[in-house]
């Protein structure tokens, strides 16, 4: 059988596996959307209670930008009253534009209520103005997505300016332009990292749901060794943090691998365990002996310099070498798995561990070392903030890498390259809900549910399936191996 | 040639790790005796006692005792020699079946004698921690017993913490509402059932891995909880004031000393746990429906083929084991603190599975695990304000730290319902 | 004799294959129907369709004359069809009373179990059918003869009139078989119609009153014992002439590769599984364990492969002590293991043909450098082995799990055969396979036996044994009841030490 040479009928069945996961972003897209339309106390209003202006006459936004909008499309200092042109119209800068839709001129208005007069406020019922609610709806959500847009990828037109602009010699606009896609990818490079780290465990069919844990003790162990060693150059001082971070969450992962293998003691529950009691082992840490001295925080002192990532760019662009290694990690992770003895053997206990055991293989040996492994990227994902981003250890340290680690190796199908899209996903995501969460004031959590969503339709496809009619034509089965 | 038969009576052949089981437990006891000794006597002053009240501090029906004093070395001395003997004892011939009760034994002594070390001087309040025992093991208790309806069934659930966190929420949110402590419970156990229903779902029809589907639902709970609690309920305090139950007390239980105060005079959700319990004892083995969950959970195609429905036992048994589980996160709120904090629950849903799993799947005990671990939670806050100097993060590890030494088997290996995990295939 | 149970036409189709084809089959009352065809020939799933586990696609079923409509077990049951399976259905944490009342529980006080009233009746029917049970035993303490009886108490308890045993004899000592055949009896005498699930010959001719036969889903044939013998039976069963023996020269032994002293094992409970056995298999002989499963053979199998660890004895391979070794230490010292439980054991299903046939061997030269899977040599050597042994697939990257049963095991032979071995250990090597692959099997071992290598053979199939077998060791509850030369025993000499019993005059047996 020749290998490489793809089918049509292969082909299809690539962009079919691709769709599924792809639909199943959208929906839970979707179901989020209308979760913010529900919860939007605007939205309320605009459906049942909409606040009416009397005015003299209805104007309309097209001749005005708001001050806001024309200083976003015009770096130089604008005030209001200029002309300025924005989306190719000369228009007059005022301090806000009012809502024709929230207008009502004084004829129309004294149809309903004869005796008023202009600057009244009144309010209308959904039935006056339809159109309104749906407006306000489909604002919310709009202005919702944009935002989570513009926090994770930024403006198009602005990047686009921006480089021009660098080409010209003027680099000064290339910082605010990238900002937002270079936090995405500063954001998912934990994401890459862990996500590894709980897919390397499923492969092995270990459930570690302790990578938060594991984050934890390796940011520890490394914060300590990055700040307490001092004088060494970074090309020795870096590697050596790095690596102190791998070998904390190593061990801590390593310990419920081991009473896996000698006890049988399912390692869901221990590896839950033991991330409280890291909790509360980094919180005795950094309010005591490794609190940085002179603070009354609960962090840690900041590491030395030579142990700092170095960065690509200057501020205000936060990306750093972590990325790369990110990306390299993922290419290691997957040689491992696919490609050597060591990767077999694990794949091998975790599909079935009785054929493990009869081909030879030591399962003690194995999940340990799986956990081991596991722990280890955890730990290095703690040293990627760390000696990347913020330098030091604080004790409300990670974002809940843990759960989302869960859901971005299933994602991922527990496949290298699959995790570290889901990651990159999962990183635009979060770097653009907080900008969601400031600018359209929708708590962060949203992004939680997000993701359960899309693990539940992707680990059921079924239910995509269902929901957008697909026909579902798996290959004929060969015939059943039972009689 | 016919070999030479070897007529081996049964009890001849012994199993090697058995024995070395057996033998670490005897060490292990001597251990303890040793450190009893070595750890606590020297900071002790002879003469010197502890003081633990058996009263409860505040006005209740119970009849005062008194106080028990304790003297400090000679208490500590005599529990370490016991703990010593003991464990010689298991080194030589073992306990056979008193094997479990030796072991709770022995860990009473070290507990005890940690107390009164600590204690040593002075006092504190005994019963005032028991009675926080059972207050904290509330919601592990519930845990646990919806892990056994769920698991006894056939389906692990992992999502008791997200049905426990949203269930706590919803309490809050429709108690505020309505204003009603009692229409806010019943809404909750509703949608703590609606996500056990949701478990259900994932995991019968669409055959999803039960952990997979569980974390899922954690995520979603966890996601949800937050964002309603931070959309409406941090800013809006009339949303997230629901109230408490009082402690009602059962007439004439409540006046037994030390019971009294601690299992009878606290509140509604409390009485209703124990008739839970009670009721899921003798249901699940004195009734039609519990001999086919248990057997569902075992072997289900063997129920299937006698006509059991196994998928709608299971459908049911897991909505139910859900709203168990919000009557436990309902207790968060409703039965103690009366607000909603995010991420409230802390893992409780977790360590009830451990309560599950140390308790052998049945609902006594199951609550028993959970006292255990309530003791633990309680103790370490009461040994704070007595200024032991061990910090106290150490202290909060103590729960989880014996949830892992008891799955690792030290209280010996339980088999879980043979069938929990798998996704049952009609055919 | 009027017809109690009638099926017309019954077909079942499965994606790929056709399991059941137009089948009309015929029950009369109080007779004895063998229901006789190879493995996956579609008898148990002509069995399923009628205790309504599965609906079939086409067909009808007529009890009593009158069409019936079985929707599932329950309806089966109140209609009298009460089914004893292959695999039984038996919940081993609960009791043997728990077993037979799940789903028709006599109740006291509208919620509560009446487990007096459910002793009573057990007891009854025990007494009526001569099936002895005690109704508080918790199943899973009960030797597999009396969880049979179980099995059969909850059918009779139902008030089944049409009962029928799926494959009843496969876990049962010849002496159980027989107690098992007057209990059928009994029941017939008492009015009730049975159909008997089977494959073996020789158990159709002795108990049935009619026989069908299936072949690929479809009724080859009908006769009686009276007018047809077991060579006819076989070529209805398979469709071609089937040699009921194999062909195979003298063995010529030379020196032992296999010595087993005094070797005690325990089991999962920890009872004892093996009670101080010796044996010893020379290179270029066959010795056959015989005996029931259940009586220490599958630990003993796990011991010899470093799967289990024995708390007594020793055993050498090629001379060396590998009581103690590792499963890697003991394949590396020359030994294949053709494992009992294919598919749980043997093959990672979920992985493709290729990394299936070097499971036990991907860590050495040429198929590793180092740690570095050496991914051309692994597919050539998997394309290689494919062809040799007629391994039917579209190609080695499939899923193992795609394989048929035969074709798996198929797998598993050419891996292990794919080595330098001294000594072959094969379990139960042609359980659930059909007859071609049982053939095909049967001769690779055979010849690898021809090439020098010692082959420890354990098989509860006691005809494999027989035919296969250069001596035989039979063994009972953990102990070796004795050790003969195939050609020196008889069958039912055979039968008897599986069942226990000391036989004093074994004509010319000879040491090992």
């Not at chain 3, 007779?31 to 205790?51: D, P, Q, V």
Request: charged residues 20%; proline residues 5%.
């Amino acid at each position: 059988m020749k290998k490489g040479k793809r089918t049509e009928k292969e082909r299809r069945q690539r962009w079919r596996g691709l769709l599924v996961p792809l639909l199943a972003i959208v929906t839970a897209l979707i179901i989020s959307g209308l979760l913010i339309i529900v919860t939007d106390f605007d939205v309320h209003d605009a459906f049942t209670h909409i606040p009416m202006e009397i005015v003299d006459r209805v104007e309309y936004s097209w001749e005005e930008v708001s001050l806001e909008e024309a200083l976003e499309h015009h770096a130089a200092q604008v005030e209001i009253g200029d002309r300025v042109r924005v989306d190719g119209r000369w228009r007059t800068v005022v301090e806000t534009i009012d809502n024709p839709e929230r207008q009502l001129t004084l004829d129309e208005a004294r149809e309903i209520y004869p005796e008023l007069a202009v600057g009244v406020m009144v309010h209308f019922n959904f039935w006056q103005r339809p159109m309104v609610g749906f407006a306000a709806a489909w604002e919310s959500v709009a202005s919702a997505y944009a935002a989570l847009f513009e926090g994770s990828i930024g403006s198009p037109v602005q990047m686009v300016r921006a480089l021009i602009a660098a080409i010209g010699g003027d680099s000064s606009q290339l910082g605010r332009a990238f900002y937002p896609l270079t936090e995405s990818l500063v954001t998912a490079t934990p994401y890459i990292l862990t996500g590894l780290a709980v897919a390397l465990g499923f492969k092995a069919g270990l459930f570690n749901i302790g990578a938060e844990g594991q984050y934890f003790v390796g940011g520890l162990l490394g914060v300590f060794v990055g700040y307490s060693l001092k004088g060494l150059p970074m090309i020795v001082h870096l590697p050596l943090t790095l690596l102190a971070g791998m070998v904390g969450g190593a061990i801590w992962g390593a310990i419920p691998g081991l009473l896996k293998a000698k006890t049988g003691a399912h390692e869901v529950i221990n590896t839950i365990m033991m991330n409280y009691i890291a909790f509360a082992l980094a919180d005795w840490l950094l309010n005591g002996p490794m609190q940085r001295p002179d603070d009354f925080r609960p962090i840690s002192a900041e590491i030395q310099p030579s142990a700092f990532l170095p960065q690509f760019f200057a501020s205000p662009i936060r990306l750093h070498l972590g990325f790369i290694l990110a990306l390299l990690v993922a290419a290691a992770v997957y040689w491992l798995l696919f490609k050597t003895t060591v990767g077999f053997e694990l794949r091998t206990v975790g599909t079935n561990p009785h054929a493990a055991r009869y081909a030879g293989m030591n399962l003690t040996w194995n999940y340990v070392l799986a956990m081991a492994l596991s722990g280890g990227l955890a730990g290095l994902a703690a040293m990627n903030d760390i000696c990347g981003v913020i330098h030091y250890m604080p004790n409300a340290f990670s974002a809940g890498y843990g759960f989302d680690a869960i859901a971005l190796a299933l994602l991922g199908r527990s496949h290298p390259v699959g995790v570290v899209l889901a990651a990159l996903l999962f990183g635009i995501l979060r770097a653009g809900a907080s900008r969601m969460q400031s600018v359209a004031q929708i708590p962060i959590d949203i992004i939680s549910i997000l993701q359960a969503m899309i693990i539940i339709f992707i680990a059921a496809p079924e239910i995509i399936r269902a929901l957008y009619r697909l026909r579902d034509k798996p290959d004929a089965e060969l015939a059943p191996t039972k009689g | 040639m016919s070999t030479a038969t070897q007529s081996i009576d049964h009890g001849q052949i012994v199993d090697p790790a058995e024995v070395r089981r057996g033998r670490t437990m005897g060490i292990f006891y001597v251990l303890i005796g040793v450190c009893i000794y070595w750890l606590f006597v020297p900071s002790s002053q002879p003469g010197q006692t502890a003081i633990l009240g058996l009263n409860p501090g505040t006005q209740s029906a119970a009849l005062t005792i008194p106080d028990l004093v304790m003297p400090v070395r000679g208490s500590l001395y005599a529990m370490a020699l016991v703990s010593i003997v003991l464990g010689v004892i298991q080194l030589v011939r073992g306990f056979k079946r008193f094997e479990g009760l030796v072991l709770g034994v022995v860990a009473l002594f070290l507990v005890m004698s940690f107390v009164v070390w600590a204690a040593r001087g002075t006092g504190f309040n005994m019963l005032g921690v028991l009675a926080s025992t059972l207050q904290r093991a509330m919601p592990i208790v519930l845990a646990a017993l919806s892990g056994v309806m769920c698991e006894r069934s056939g389906i692990i659930n992992i999502a008791i913490e997200g049905m426990m966190l949203m269930a706590a929420m919803t309490s809050a949110l429709f108690g505020s509402i309505t204003g009603s402590l009692w229409l806010g419970l019943i809404i909750s156990l509703l949608f703590a059932g609606l996500l056990g229903w949701l478990l259900a779902v994932l995991s019968i029809r669409y055959k999803i891995n039960q952990v997979i589907s569980g974390t899922a639902i954690n995520i979603l709970s966890t996601g949800l909880t937050s964002f309603i609690s931070a959309k409406f309920m941090s800013e809006n305090a009339a949303l997230n004031n629901s109230g408490k139950f009082t402690n009602v007390a059962i007439p004439l239980l409540s006046r037994i000393p030390i019971i009294g105060p601690i299992f009878f005079e606290t509140n509604v959700i409390v009485y209703m746990m124990y008739i839970l319990l009670i009721v899921m004892h003798v249901m699940l083995y004195y009734t039609r429906w519990g001999l086919r969950t248990r057997a569902i959970g075992e072997h289900p195609r063997a129920a299937d083929t006698l006509g059991v429905d196994v998928l709608r036992m299971r459908y049911i048994n897991v909505i139910i084991g859900g709203m168990v589980a919000g009557l436990g996160g309902a207790f968060l709120v409703l039965g103690s603190v009366p607000r909603f904090d995010e991420l409230m629950t802390a893992g409780k849903g977790f360590i009830g599975l451990a309560a599950m799993i140390f308790g052998k799947w049945n609902p006594f005990g199951a609550f028993g695990a959970s006292l255990i671990f309530g003791f633990a939670d309680a103790l370490q806050g009461k040994l704070q304000i007595l200024e032991v100097p061990i910090p106290s993060q150490f202290m909060r590890m103590a729960p989880y730290l014996i949830t892992m030494i008891v799955l690792a088997g030290v209280v010996g290996r339980s088999e879980a319902p043979a069938a929990e995990g798998e996704p049952y295939e009609k055919q | 004799m009027a017809p109690i149970l009638e099926l017309r036409g019954i077909t079942k189709r499965f994606p790929g294959v056709i399991a059941n084809d137009q089948i009309d089959l015929t029950l009369n009352e109080g007779e004895i129907l063998a229901l006789l065809g190879e493995n996956g020939a579609g008898k148990t799933t002509l069995m399923n369709i009628l205790y309504g586990l599965y609906d079939p696609d086409e067909g009808e079923i007529m009890i009593r004359g009158e069409a019936a409509q079985i929707d599932g077990p329950q309806d089966a049951i109140s209609q009298g069809i009460g089914m004893v399976h292959q695999h039984f259905m038996l919940v081993p944490p609960l009791t043997v009373a728990e077993n037979v009342i799940l789903g028709n529980e006599p109740i006291q006080r509208g919620l509560f179990l009446d487990r007096k009233l459910a002793a009573k009746r057990i007891r009854e029917i025990s007494d009526t059918y001569g099936l002895d049970v005690d109704p508080e035993a918790l199943v899973r303490t009960l030797p597999v003869g009396v969880q049979q009886r179980v099995e059969i108490i909850k059918v009779l308890y139902r008030s089944a009139d049409i009962l029928i045993l799926d494959e009843p004899t496969a876990v049962l000592t010849p002496q159980e078989v027989d107690d098992l055949f007057e209990v059928i009896q009994t029941l017939v005498d008492a009015g009730k119609s049975i159909i008997f699930i089977t494959h073996k010959l020789k158990e159709v001719l002795a108990l049935a009153d009619r026989i069908t036969v299936l072949r690929r889903g479809k009724v080859v044939g009908s006769t009686t014992p009276a007018d047809s013998d077991e060579e006819d039976l076989a070529a209805m069963m398979v469709g071609r002439e089937v040699s009921l023996v194999v062909e195979k020269a003298p063995a010529q032994p030379e020196g032992v590769v296999l010595d087993v002293k005094g070797l005690s094992i325990l089991d999962d409970r920890h009872s004892p599984a093996v009670n101080g056995i010796d044996l010893q298999v020379r290179s270029g002989e066959i010795l056959g364990v015989a005996g029931v499963q259940g009586n220490g053979q599958t630990e003993l199998v796990e011991a010899l492969t470093g799967l289990r660890s024995a708390t007594n004895g020793a055993f050498t391979i090629a001379g060396e002590a590998m009581t103690k070794a590792s499963p890697r230490e003991i394949t590396e010292a020359g030994v294949a293991h053709v494992p009992e439980d294919r598919q749980a054991d043997g093959l990672a299903l979920d992985f493709p043909i290729s990394d299936n046939m070097v499971l036990n061997t991907y860590y050495v030269p040429p198929y590793a450098k180092g740690i570095v899977l050496q991914d051309d040599v692994i597919r050539e050597n998997a394309e290689r082995l494919v062809r040799e042994f007629d391994v039917r697939t579209p190609g080695i990257d499939l899923p193992a799990a795609n394989l048929s049963g035969g074709n798996q095991q198929k797998v598993i032979v050419a891996r292990e055969f794919n080595r330098d071995i001294k000594l072959l250990i094969a379990s139960q090597p042609t359980r659930g396979l059909d007859v071609g692959s049982i053939e095909y099997i049967h001769k690779r071992i055979v010849e690898r036996r021809d090439q020098g290598v010692g082959v420890l053979l354990v098989s509860s199939e006691l005809d494999e044994i027989t035919q296969l077998a250069d001596r035989i060791v039979v063994m009972f509850k953990g102990r070796i009841m004795a050790t003969v030369d195939a050609a020196a025993v008889t069958r039912e000499q055979l039968g008897l030490l599986m069942a226990g019993v000391e036989v004093v005059e074994l004509s010319a047996v000879t040491g090992a």
